[in-house]
């Protein structure tokens, strides 16, 4: 309150200063990045993925979109290390809304694997689900055709506190296999490119919504082959860990002699409890309107579905975004 009657007294004894001073649509939010206070600017960040991934690319035109549009939001999208260190942003503070594979999240919210020394992580609350990501098990050997092929050979696990290194533990444990049976390296999307172009490694395990990144450059100084499975040790996959689902990617996503059979798991948008339920909800509207306003922004945009985004059940929804599914007519959970 100080703040506004400071800037009124400012405003009548500098009257040229008048039009800056109403066209600023951040003054006076004393909540600073959780934006409560209605008619200011809700600055929000926004932890991504790191830059060769498909997080960072489609956050930053998310974020793009709900800053420039009429929503009441700043959002800066940031470079991120994986699901895992996004929760853990959410936690620390250092972030107030992040992508997050849908496994990783549940096992935040229950305390398992990831977070089982930690503990469940509870203050935070589902946006939407985008899109699906799939396991892309990528290799410039077309020897390795299989799964069971990689017996022996030196694999990226995905990088430290990411949720792709569960996912590669689930995918060999399918084959009855386990790190024991490879020699595992831990490194990023862009990492893991690099040292299959030096031939460091034989294989890496990344998991995004494709077409990523990170194989499309590698494709283009070496071949690159993606590694099927089979619909047997789909289903033995899926019948263990039910937050997976069966996924086709179509061979010309990569230039690919046929269609590779895998699975996925949901790119979830999440939040900190602590931001307010108007700025939330601005920001769902914002991810629905730019799928029919920006759509060529990025191919994702395409593969964002009303009804996929309210199916998360393993965490509830933040507020605002439950308000604008209802207005949708779409009831979910939320706190």
Request: charged content about 20%; aromatic content about 8%.
């Amino acid at each position: 309150m100080k703040k506004k009657i400071q800037a009124l007294l400012a405003v009548a004894v500098v009257g040229v200063l008048a039009m800056g001073l109403a066209g600023c649509s951040s003054g006076g939010n004393d909540e600073g990045n959780k934006g409560n206070a209605s008619g200011d600017t809700a600055n929000l960040r926004f932890v991504t993925g790191g830059e060769s991934g498909t997080y960072y690319a489609y956050g930053n035109v998310l974020a793009q979109y709900a800053t420039n549009g009429d929503y009441g939001l700043g959002v800066t999208a940031l470079s991120g290390n994986g699901s895992q260190a996004n929760v853990q942003a959410l936690q620390d503070d250092d972030a107030d809304v992040a992508f997050c594979q849908s496994d990783v999240l549940a096992y935040a919210y229950e305390g398992t694997n990831l977070f089982e020394e930690d503990g469940a992580y509870k203050d935070f609350s589902v946006v939407a689900s985008l899109y699906q990501e799939q396991v892309q098990i990528v290799t410039c050997n077309p020897d390795i055709k299989s799964v069971a092929d990689l017996k022996g050979k030196t694999v990226s696990v995905g990088a430290a506190g990411s949720g792709v290194y569960f996912n590669a533990i689930d995918v060999l444990a399918a084959y009855d296999m386990t790190l024991e049976d490879i020699t595992p390296v831990y490194q990023s999307f862009g990492d893991s490119a690099d040292s299959l172009k030096d031939e460091k490694i034989d294989t890496a395990f990344i998991v995004a919504g494709a077409p990523t990144t990170a194989i499309t450059d590698l494709s283009t100084t070496k071949t690159a082959y993606l590694v099927s499975m089979d619909q047997a040790h789909v289903d033995k996959l899926l019948k263990a860990s039910p937050y997976y689902a069966a996924a086709t990617i179509a061979a010309d996503t990569y230039g690919l002699d046929a269609d590779v059979l895998t699975v996925s798991v949901g790119a979830v948008v999440i939040a900190n409890d602590s931001v307010s339920e108007e700025a939330i909800y601005n920001l769902t509207k914002s991810l629905f309107d730019g799928a029919e306003n920006n759509a060529s922004a990025h191919a994702k945009y395409n593969e964002l579905d009303m009804e996929e985004a309210a199916s998360v059940t393993s965490v509830p929804y933040h507020p605002g975004a439950a308000k604008y599914f209802e207005e949708q007519g779409i009831t979910v959970a939320s706190k």
